[in-house]
């Protein structure tokens, strides 16, 4: 038997890098696993038992709420909604007074707003079944102060602050808000992105108390424990999962 057997799970992002590594983790447990993204949701769900695949614009208000909805329609209810779409490997390193304010806006629709539109889509389905559990993924960079990503680095602090906040308001309906903040992951998406790789990779690696590549599969098990029952007693907690780069 899974940790999650019986348990539909939400993955935004879930169709590459972090949030694929995510979903397999879940699917692993015995999760029901509805794979969220705006390409490739169907293909990733296809690897899982019963897999949904869902293709789904998380910064659409409206688009958020058909993904709670055909979640419960086609499996019943939500019981774990794990945010992880984001955008960070496509955006330039430069100072802030060269970030254009349109992509300054859309960081904060993607990495921000997001997990407002998709958490206030799903807390009414898990009050009325008892309870659920949202685990949000931030990013190492807002406790190092990672500089030349000023609208990333604020995205992921702001996670930090509104993981905090709805956990207060959701405890008393049973539903646990946590975080995990990744460190610099070798995932698909920033292997795609060599420039990248070559500003951060050793720098943050030497920086590590465990000195080597972190890759995706290296945060599914702090967010397994966290969707799990063992987790039943914890909430507005962030797990930064970065080597020990940094403590805290």
Aim: glycine share 10%; with cysteine; hydrophobic share 40%.
């Amino acid at each position: 038997m899974g940790q999650l057997d019986g348990k539909v799970a939400i993955v935004t992002g879930g169709a590459q890098g972090i949030g694929r590594a995510i979903a397999d983790g879940l699917a692993r447990e015995g999760a029901r696993v509805v794979v969220a993204d705006l390409q490739h949701a169907e293909e990733a769900a296809g690897h899982f038992p019963d897999g949904v695949g869902l293709t789904v614009d998380v910064s659409s208000e409206d688009e958020s709420a058909r993904m709670v909805e055909e979640t419960v329609e086609r499996c019943g209810s939500v019981d774990i909604l794990v945010n992880t779409a984001g955008l960070y490997a496509s955006l330039e390193m430069r100072p802030f007074t060269q970030i254009p304010v349109e992509e300054w806006n859309r960081v904060m629709e993607v990495n921000v707003a997001s997990m407002f539109l998709t958490s206030r889509a799903v807390v009414p389905v898990m009050r009325e079944q008892g309870g659920g559990k949202i685990v949000n993924i931030s990013s190492g960079t807002p406790f190092r102060g990672v500089p030349f990503l000023l609208h990333y680095v604020t995205s992921k602090g702001a996670i930090v602050a509104f993981t905090r906040a709805l956990a207060k308001e959701l405890g008393k309906d049973s539903i646990h808000v946590n975080c995990v903040a990744p460190g610099f992951t070798m995932s698909d998406g920033v292997k795609a992105h060599p420039e990248v790789v070559e500003k951060l990779r050793d720098a943050s690696v030497s920086s590590r108390t465990i000195q080597r590549d972190q890759v995706p599969e290296d945060v599914v098990g702090a967010v397994v424990f966290l969707c799990s029952p063992a987790a039943d007693f914890v909430t507005g907690q962030t797990m930064v999962i970065d080597g020990g780069q940094y403590f805290h």
